[in-house]
């Protein structure tokens, strides 16, 4: 199950950033790897079969160039309309991965992103994660999911 939600993460956010961002160069990459102190992180809560989390870790040039990509507007700094605009990502990649799902008959809804900040102090039964290094830099999406009872 694991390597499947990985793989389903994945390919989602592939798809996204080559239909929404034009960009198809995209690679896994080692969570060692990711490395960053200031981020952006958007939390979107899964419920269902499957209930949980993924939070979604957005440094801050990745934040900036999503959203320059995404409005054609140069923004320098993470106000409210970068964070509403990777928000949006998260939300759009968390639908594709549902639908993927629910082709394997795992039926979930996700809740709407929020803004977060790191908690590690929860216990889940599926827990992995997807980093993915891109052109316009890196994201990484930390999967925190229990199967229902």
Avoid: W
Avoid at 82 to 95: D, K, Y
Wanted: with cysteine; net charge negative.
């Amino acid at each position: 199950m694991i390597n499947n939600l990985y793989n389903v993460f994945f390919d989602a956010t592939h798809n996204v950033f080559q239909l929404m961002l034009n960009i198809s160069d995209i690679s896994a990459q080692p969570e060692e790897e990711f490395k960053c102190d200031d981020e952006v992180d958007i939390s979107v809560g899964i419920q269902g079969d499957l209930s949980g989390e993924v939070i979604y870790r957005f440094p801050v040039p990745t934040s900036l160039n999503i959203v320059n990509i995404m409005s054609g507007m140069q923004f320098d700094s993470v106000d409210a309309f970068v964070t509403s605009a990777v928000s949006e990502m998260a939300n759009i990649i968390s639908g594709n991965v549902l639908t993927a799902l629910s082709d394997n008959d795992v039926k979930c809804d996700i809740l709407p992103p929020v803004l977060c900040k790191l908690d590690d102090d929860k216990d889940y039964e599926l827990k992995t994660s997807c980093c993915i290094n891109t052109a316009i830099g890196e994201i990484c999406l930390l999967i925190r999911l229990n199967r229902a009872s």
